[in-house]
């Protein structure tokens, strides 16, 4: 077997930093080609490749194999050409470091690029062409066809070969970028999407540093504390500036100009955004992967947008900033953050992948529009209707494409060992020139980890058309106007490149030609004919410019965006003015500012981000006032709008308020909250002590307190926590405790202000450890002392501290190893395996020899009791797991972890805890100066200090000049069930129990 897609790689849907691997002795089963069986009742027709695969469509359309292994294999990511042939990226050698080439496909010669083709129209591939095979190619996670050029995306490098004759082997290869992180890494450089502006767009997960410089000396630093997948992520931290001055974290979605100019950050802090989607509008559409099992989303990117998956600098991990009483997919967010946009829809588990937008006519009127989202966790492709609401859309979500049926009360898919449906696992879909969508298959039983199991490689593609109907790819003449519009108006993305550019190198005298598209009943023809005259020179300008006064809220909302687009300069460093094109841009926009939509002056208040406040304070106070106290998206516009002027903007509205800040209305409580200007910080501590303000309101003040950076506001958070009001103190307590590890760590004397301490048994076994180092101790002494300290939880964590840092002599650690083996302190049990068993058996999957007698295949025979399962979750997963309203947020929720896993695949997670650790679980050991020992996840990284939570769910903050070592595991923080005394009916009965549904 092998693991899928790299997109789904990262998804921790696991106990705390178990494997995702699931293992089964099957063999990779070869699908016959697919016949279509008679149409059910019901919402989905059906497609059948044999008795046991079914793919269900909706039941007016219908879907062929349209091509398998071995024309090609492990598809990553395609697009489909003006001629209708698919390109395949493969992942063959993915994770080469952990997988032994003679135990699988391998590739010596590197990844390539595949081309697939159907020669006789008959609608399946016949054809399968190497386009180009490089070891320079390391798993590569996206391609685009734009014309002779085709673009990999493929970490550190954006690479574009060149078929200058077409004979379909590449001429040149240059790199038109370099500096990604994530070599070998699923969270890392994915495909490029040409927009309908005709620049290019594309993204990156969070494996980084990205430091990028464009092909106008413009360089992209960004950066977070995320480390580990592969051996080369090694070395990564956050709150690195860019040229413009700004910080970007985490995934990034990137702009450039098509000859690698001009780089734009368009939105930042995803954890591993897989794809980004453009409809014809500009607006961008991205999935999103979770690290729990309850938390992936898609969403609507707003330009500038913050996703909000780290902290803003990129120093901590969500986990860090949990605030008490948050639930895991607002946390995981940050969506109770000032400056974060709304995450879209959260749709619980998975692995999402590739995604496009429909725009076509040929699969009907119910599709165009349709954004969909591959889905390979759950084996499903997503469709989504997006309905504007205010200043963002609402994505109502349907299970559109899958191999299980839309309803079927009586099938409970992961108490089934071996259903091969769930091997459907879609890494992409795109839109064809013939309207047709195409789904690329990794098909694999698991998603996740870092491991390959599967020796034959086996992927599929297949095809969906209307029922009854045969689509044909169309003839297109680029050498003709009519041919070059034909070019534009195509259904698949990066074929409408070709008549952009093809257009667009005519200038004005296509201008006339283009307008009987305004009025085309398909709409998306019409914002494509929009952003194509604003590149046409003056009179497209005038044409674009006249549509700001349409009766359409979308066309002048594409107007604004192609007007911008197509005036923007390289990207602007700090200090640099707007170019006179931009500026031109200011009046018109002024006219838009008191715009009836929402929506329009959400892109009103997206354009004035960099512009300087005295060039834009009237506009802006215009834009407040269009504010309706509710929506976020509108709020968050006015917060970019206001980015670098808060204070001044609040200086302005200050006298239009009430004098008495506990008089603010919901609306002005909800702007300050966005501004958080320092100026605010008295007003802020007012409302919070107020009795007459509701707990909702004082919480608001206390939160915009705290993301407020200076002294003042440190010093208010602190005399907050000392007030009577229980409620105020404690949330006033937790703000101080945690701003002291970061953002206000050096602003004020916080031994003074909250002296920390000790308690009376660390005191006793730091004194203890003293002992230890002293020469002039006897040996006699020692050995009783260090026994002493092995019995005991916290001196078995100095012990270990002193044992990672090289200063326990050998013979005591032979006089305490039996003692500290048996320490009352599981985690400290599981730190000292690495330094006090003599014979610890390790190998290359991640110790699954600690498993013991315990077989996957076992157990999975046995009849599991969902209520002696409970009984088992109370007393051995509850301290760190959550399943419903039971138990602790330490690990990964598992109240939805029977969306992720069926019982093979949550067994061998189970059994085999350090297989595959998970993204971001793996476990730390920090010692101090002082010889204080923590054991748990770093989830902050700071200059000031460190975080980490440990297996109680406490969360310690280090000083980082208190830090003497740090250590990073391979080994995870949960023991393996043989270790806790667990027998096979009682991992029956648990998995039967995080089963059921």
Request: charged share 25%; with cysteine; net charge neutral.
């Given at each position: 077997m092998k693991t899928t897609v790299p997109a789904l790689y990262s998804p921790l849907y696991v106990l705390v930093t178990i494997g995702l691997l699931y293992v089964t002795g099957q063999t990779l089963r070869q699908p016959q080609p697919m016949k279509p069986l008679p149409e059910r009742a019901g919402l989905h027709g059906v497609v059948v490749d044999d008795d046991s695969n079914r793919l269900y469509v909706p039941d007016d359309l219908e879907a062929t194999l349209w091509a398998q292994a071995p024309m090609f294999h492990n598809p990553t990511n395609m697009d489909i050409d003006a001629r209708g042939r698919v390109w395949i990226t493969e992942a063959v050698n993915y994770r080469k470091f952990n997988n032994k080439p003679e135990a699988r496909l391998d590739h010596p010669e590197g990844e390539r690029v595949v081309i697939l083709e159907d020669t006789d129209q008959d609608g399946k591939a016949d054809k399968s062409t190497v386009f180009v095979q490089d070891k320079e190619l390391v798993s590569p996670l996206g391609i685009a066809v734009i014309g002779k050029k085709v673009i990999v995306s493929c970490a550190p490098n954006l690479v574009v070969y060149t078929d200058e004759d077409g004979d379909d082997h590449p001429d040149k290869k240059e790199i038109l970028l370099t500096g990604f992180g994530?070599?070998?890494?699923?969270?890392?450089?994915?495909?490029?999407?040409?927009?309908?502006?005709?620049?290019?767009?594309?993204?990156?997960g969070n494996a980084g540093p990205h430091i990028v410089t464009d092909k106008s000396g413009w360089t992209l630093r960004s950066g977070s504390l995320y480390v580990g997948g592969t051996p080369y992520n090694k070395i990564n931290h956050g709150n690195q500036i860019s040229d413009d001055g700004r910080v970007w974290v985490g995934g990034l979605a990137l702009r450039i100009n098509p000859d690698g100019t001009a780089m734009k950050v368009m939105g930042h802090n995803f954890r591993n955004n897989y794809e980004t989607a453009l409809d014809s509008y500009g607006n961008m559409w991205q999935n999103d992967n979770d690290d729990q099992v309850v938390a992936c989303r898609t969403s609507w990117l707003m330009e500038g947008g913050n996703a909000g998956y780290f902290s803003s600098d990129g120093t901590r991990y969500w986990q860090a900033d949990q605030r008490p009483g948050q639930d895991v997919p607002t946390a995981h967010w940050h969506q109770d953050d000032p400056g974060v946009m709304p995450a879209g829809d959260i749709s619980g588990a998975g692995s999402p992948t590739g995604v496009v937008v429909?725009?076509?006519?040929?699969?009907?009127?119910?599709?165009?529009?349709?954004?969909?989202?591959?889905?390979?966790?759950?084996?499903?492709?997503?469709?989504?209707?997006?309905?504007?609401?205010?200043?963002?859309?609402?994505?109502?979500?349907t299970d559109l494409i899958s191999t299980f049926p839309a309803v079927d009360e009586n099938y409970k898919w992961n108490d089934v060992d071996k259903d091969t449906r769930k091997w459907f696992r879609p890494s992409d879909v795109a839109v064809g020139p013939d309207g047709a969508l195409y789904i690329a298959d990794w098909y694999d039983p698991i998603v996740g980890g870092h491991q390959m199991k599967d020796g034959k490689g086996y992927g599929r593609i297949y095809r969906i058309t209307p029922r009854g109907k045969k689509l044909k790819v169309p003839d297109i003449n680029l050498k003709t106007t009519q041919g070059q519009i034909a070019?534009?108006?195509?259904?698949?993305?990066?074929?409408?490149?070709?008549g952009f550019e093809a257009l667009k190198a005519q200038g004005d005298n296509v201008v006339e030609a283009l307008l009987p598209l305004l009025s085309s009943n398909n709409p998306f023809h019409r914002a494509r004919a929009v952003f194509l005259m604003a590149n046409l020179g003056p009179e497209g300008e005038y044409e674009v410019t006249r549509l700001l006064?349409?009766?359409?809220?979308?066309?002048?909302?594409?107007?604004?965006?192609?007007?911008?687009?197509?005036?923007?300069?390289?990207?602007?460093r700090p200090g640099e003015e707007l170019t006179r094109a931009e500026k031109a841009l200011l009046p018109l926009l002024g006219n838009l500012a008191n715009d009836p939509s929402p929506a329009v002056r959400r892109e009103v208040a997206i354009a004035l981000r960099d512009v300087p406040y005295a060039d834009c304070r009237f506009m802006l106070r215009n834009l407040i006032k269009g504010y309706d106290g509710k929506d976020r998206w509108y709020l968050e516009a006015l917060g970019q709008a206001a980015d670098g002027k808060e204070e001044a903007l609040f200086a302005d509205l200050r006298p239009g308020l009430p004098e008495d800040p506990t008089q603010w209305d919901q609306r002005t409580a909800n702007l300050i909250w966005r501004l958080h200007p320092a100026s605010a910080v008295t007003l802020l501590q007012q409302r919070a002590a107020s009795s007459a303000l509701s707990p909702d309101a004082r919480r608001q003040a206390i939160t915009a307190l705290g993301f407020i950076k200076n002294a003042q506001a440190a010093q208010a958070m602190v005399a907050l926590a000392k007030m009577p009001d229980k409620d105020v103190a404690d949330q006033a307590t937790y703000w101080a405790g945690f701003r002291r590890g970061n953002d206000w760590a050096t602003l004020?004397?916080?031994?003074?202000?909250?002296?920390?301490?000790?308690?009376?048994?660390?005191?006793?076994?730091?004194?203890?450890?003293?002992?230890?180092?002293?020469?002039?101790?006897?040996?006699?002494?020692?050995?009783?002392?260090?026994?002493?300290?092995?019995?005991?939880?916290?001196?078995?964590?100095?012990?270990?501290?002193?044992?990672?840092?090289?200063?326990?002599?050998?013979?005591?650690k032979k006089v305490v190893a039996q003692a500290i083996l048996k320490n009352p302190d599981q985690s400290v049990r599981?730190?000292?395996?690495?330094?006090?068993?003599?014979?610890?058996?390790?190998?290359?999957?991640?110790?699954?020899?600690?498993?013991?007698?315990?077989?996957?295949?076992?157990?999975?025979?046995?009849?599991?009791?969902?209520?002696?399962?409970?009984?088992?979750?109370?007393?051995?997963?509850?301290?760190?797991?959550?399943?419903?309203?039971?138990?602790?947020?330490?690990?990964?929720e598992l109240t939805r972890i029977h969306q992720k896993f069926d019982k093979n695949g949550l067994l061998d997670a189970i059994i085999?805890?350090?297989?595959?650790?998970?993204?971001?679980?793996?476990?730390?050991?920090?010692?101090?100066?002082?010889?204080?020992?923590?054991?748990?996840?770093?989830?902050?990284?700071?200059?000031?200090?460190?975080?980490?939570?440990?297996?109680?769910?406490?969360?310690?903050?280090?000083?980082?000049?208190?830090?003497?070592?740090?250590?990073?595991?391979?080994?995870?923080?949960?023991?393996?069930?043989?270790?806790?005394?667990?027998?096979?009916?009682?991992?029956?009965?648990?998995?039967?129990?995080?089963?059921?549904q």
């Open positions: 994530g070599l070998d890494h699923d969270h890392s450089l994915h495909a490029l999407v040409v927009g309908p502006d005709g620049k290019y767009y594309f993204n990156t429909y725009e076509g006519d040929e699969l009907g009127p119910r599709y165009r529009g349709m954004l969909l989202s591959a889905e390979a966790g759950r084996n499903v492709i997503f469709g989504y209707k997006p309905e504007p609401e205010g200043a963002g859309y609402r994505l109502p979500r070019a534009l108006l195509n259904p698949a993305v990066n074929v409408r490149a070709l006064r349409s009766e359409v809220p979308m066309l002048r909302i594409a107007a604004i965006r192609a007007l911008r687009s197509a005036s923007a300069g390289v990207s602007i004020i004397n916080w031994e003074e202000a909250m002296p920390s301490k000790l308690s009376a048994t660390e005191q006793a076994m730091l004194a203890k450890r003293q002992i230890l180092l002293d020469e002039y101790k006897s040996d006699t002494e020692k050995r009783r002392v260090a026994l002493e300290m092995a019995r005991n939880a916290e001196g078995g964590k100095v012990l270990v501290g002193l044992a990672a840092d090289n200063k326990l002599p050998s013979e005591l599981t730190m000292a395996k690495e330094y006090f068993a003599e014979n610890t058996e390790k190998s290359t999957d991640g110790d699954r020899s600690s498993a013991g007698t315990l077989s996957v295949e076992q157990v999975a025979a046995l009849t599991g009791d969902k209520t002696a399962g409970q009984s088992v979750f109370k007393t051995n997963c509850a301290t760190c797991h959550r399943h419903g309203k039971q138990g602790n947020d330490i690990g990964p085999h805890p350090s297989a595959g650790l998970a993204f971001g679980y793996e476990p730390w050991l920090i010692t101090t100066k002082a010889g204080q020992t923590y054991y748990g996840f770093l989830i902050s990284d700071g200059t000031q200090s460190l975080v980490v939570k440990d297996a109680a769910g406490q969360k310690h903050t280090i000083p980082t000049s208190k830090v003497f070592s740090r250590k990073q595991y391979k080994t995870s923080l949960m023991p393996d069930p043989a270790s806790m005394g667990l027998n096979q009916q009682q991992l029956a009965d648990l998995a039967a129990y995080l089963l059921k």
